[in-house]
């Protein structure tokens, strides 16, 4: 969420800016886009990384579970 909050201000500093012919703003304004941009990736990894270790352990829970049974069967 705060990736789109940090781009969204970054594009209308880069308008503003543009608009008003203040290059500092307008850089300003592009550097805060890109950090969002950058942020709202690092959060898609993240949810991709948790979303692999829950799955990782799922299939480890199952694999456990089926060795105690086959275990208690001998």
Do not use: H
Not at 5 to 34: C, P
Not at 40 to 61: D, L, M, Q, T, Y
């Amino acid at each position: 969420m705060a990736g789109k909050i940090e781009k969204s201000k970054g594009k209308v500093k880069e308008a503003v800016g543009s608009l008003t012919g203040n290059k500092e703003l307008e850089s300003k304004g592009k550097i805060d886009r890109r950090a969002g941009e950058a942020k709202e990736k690092i959060g898609r990894v993240k949810s991709k990384v948790e979303e692999a270790a829950e799955k990782a352990e799922r299939k480890a829970v199952k694999a456990i579970d089926k060795a105690k049974d086959a275990a208690r069967r001998k």
